[in-house]
């Protein structure tokens, strides 16, 4: 008796996630099939233009659209971006500065500083322990 190798496939919206790009502007055969782990591995890979066309230019999705503004996804939410940015929108809020963003990057650098306190501090009471 043979036994079949099952391919695992993903829908498009995980597939895109992977990826760190935006699903609406994913091209329509992407959106509309779905993917295999290997199909996904060689986007990865070698990725096709159009797949470096979004990651430079976007329109990119809210966790890459933080992450570029220095922000928390509910930072963003919390000063009205509630869509997908293009790079160059992402570069004039910057430019901006509203100020929105900057108590949103302060308080993103206070977390991130609280976050190694913790981290320190677990560290030294295993040091301790030890």
């Known amino acids: 008796m043979t036994s079949q190798q099952n391919t695992q496939t993903m829908k498009p919206a995980t597939a895109a996630k992977k990826l760190g790009v935006y699903l609406e ?3 329509a ?3 509309e099939g779905v993917v295999s782990r290997a199909e ?3 986007l990865q890979t070698e990725p096709p233009q159009w797949l470096l066309e979004l990651r430079s230019n976007g329109p990119h999705p809210r966790p890459v659209v933080a ?4 922000v928390s996804i509910a930072g963003l939410a919390r ?3 509630t869509e997908a940015l293009t ?3 992402i570069e004039a809020l910057k430019a901006e500065g509203p100020e929105w963003l900057l108590r949103e ?3 993103q ?3 991130r500083k609280e976050a190694a306190r913790i981290k320190e501090k677990k560290a030294d009471e295993a040091a301790q322990r030890s």
Do not use: H, I, Y
């Open 79 to 81: 000063g009205g971006v």
């Open 67 to 70: 992450a570029k503004l220095g």
């Open 87 to 89: 790079t160059e929108q």
């Open 109 to 111: 650098a206070d977390v």
């Open 40 to 42: 996904l591995a060689a």
């Open 105 to 107: 990057r302060a308080t």
């Open 29 to 31: 055969e992407f959106q």
């Open 25 to 27: 502007a994913t091209p």
